[in-house]
């Protein structure tokens, strides 16, 4: 965008025209994960309107087949349901298909090249489940074969294009450095990922004479190698890893920026705090602790996977309402939540809060970031 803006001015013209596009920077940095602090964050923000208030009508039609409200659209709705459909077309084919979608002004054009990005991302969603179950199996089989601090997989047949999402859920069940390898003719290609504390680039480096190529930052990077150097690196890997944790780095942690009430949540906290959006790397939502809280009503699972869990909370002897729970990829936590609703033991909640709206009607949930029952 600064290049396109240097550009109109040197040619006289008004670079504010490229204003126009900050629905497409809005969009890359969001799944780019970039870091939400000074300039990027204005850039996104401004971005999220041009998508709520005038949406391109490839946009409109993608919103269509993903299920998604624009004139809601957050960074979620971009990370997890734009940008992967997005992504699908690159990953798995051709990015100039998703290239062509942004361009078009006919709405018939448009949904065809939507549902074409669907049957894409629906492709790329199979090769994804299929690969993860392969490489949550090969590192259950690696971890317990002796102490390991980090997760390196390789396996041919894998897809370049799921492996790095792999790797991410990997990082999410073991809690280390995880990489995965696949093949790319003649050599084996990755994708790493980290936690915090462990630097995977400052890893890579300590290996870099097993490596042909290699790139990143802090916590995810890219590499090749020789096939045959697979194993070595392997190793490698794991002493560079095992050398820079500690005891407390392999434990995950969540900062706690405040404890609240429930019934401190009301509709001027949460207009204070939307000023703070939108919400992403380096300026995360503010996760606040609540406790003292009674489990009411049904806790089920939900999702296609029955992965999520959803509940609703009070604060004991409080005439104050219930408030809604969602924890995405937290179904190991069911048992937990029914013992403290069937016991009375009370519940201790980490949680970020969201706006959920469903046919129209907008109301706070909260977004829970750890259960736990209140110790005494």
Aim: hydrophobic share 40%; charged share 25%; aromatic share 6%.
């Amino acid at each position: 965008m600064k290049l396109a803006q240097a550009i109109h001015t040197r040619l006289g013209k008004d670079p504010t025209e490229i204003n126009q596009y900050l629905d497409l920077v809005a969009i890359a940095t969001a799944s780019d994960v970039v870091s939400l602090t000074g300039e990027n964050r204005i850039l996104l923000r401004e971005g999220l309107l041009n998508i709520q208030n005038n949406p391109r009508v490839g946009l409109r039609m993608l919103a269509e087949q993903a299920d998604i409200r624009l004139s809601d659209c957050d960074p979620r709705s971009i990370v997890f349901g734009l940008g992967p459909r997005i992504n699908a077309a690159g990953r798995l084919g051709d990015a100039a298909r998703a290239v062509t979608l942004m361009l078009a002004d006919d709405e018939l054009e448009a949904t065809a090249r939507a549902r074409q990005l669907e049957r894409l991302n629906q492709e790329r969603r199979e090769l994804d489940r299929k690969t993860q179950k392969e490489a949550f199996k090969q590192a259950d089989v690696l971890l317990g074969g002796g102490p390991r601090h980090s997760v390196v997989l390789y396996d041919p047949e894998w897809h370049l294009g799921v492996i790095g999402i792999v790797a991410s859920r990997l990082v999410d069940r073991h809690y280390r450095p995880a990489i995965m390898l696949s093949r790319s003719g003649d050599v084996a290609k990755g994708s790493a990922r980290s936690i915090n504390g462990i630097n995977i680039y400052k890893a890579l480096q300590e290996c870099e004479d097993l490596l042909i190529e290699y790139g990143g930052h802090d916590f995810a990077a890219g590499l090749a190698l020789k096939p045959e150097n697979v194993e070595a690196f392997v190793d490698r890997f794991d002493q560079a890893v095992a050398g820079a944790i500690t005891p407390e780095t392999l434990e995950p942690m969540t900062e706690v920026d405040a404890n609240m009430g429930l019934s401190d949540l009301d509709k001027r906290f949460w207009s204070v705090l939307k000023q703070f959006e939108p919400f992403g790397a380096d300026n995360a939502a503010p996760v606040f602790m609540a406790n003292n809280l009674e489990v009411v009503g049904p806790v089920t699972t939900v999702g296609k996977q029955r992965t999520h869990l959803k509940f609703s909370v009070r604060e004991r002897a409080s005439n104050h309402p219930s408030r809604d729970v969602i924890g995405f990829g937290m179904s190991k936590h069911l048992d937990l939540v029914l013992h403290s609703q069937n016991s009375g033991d009370s519940l201790e909640l980490l949680f970020a809060i969201q706006e959920n709206t469903w046919n129209g009607r907008s109301k706070l949930q909260l977004l829970a970031k750890d259960i736990r029952l209140e110790l005494e």
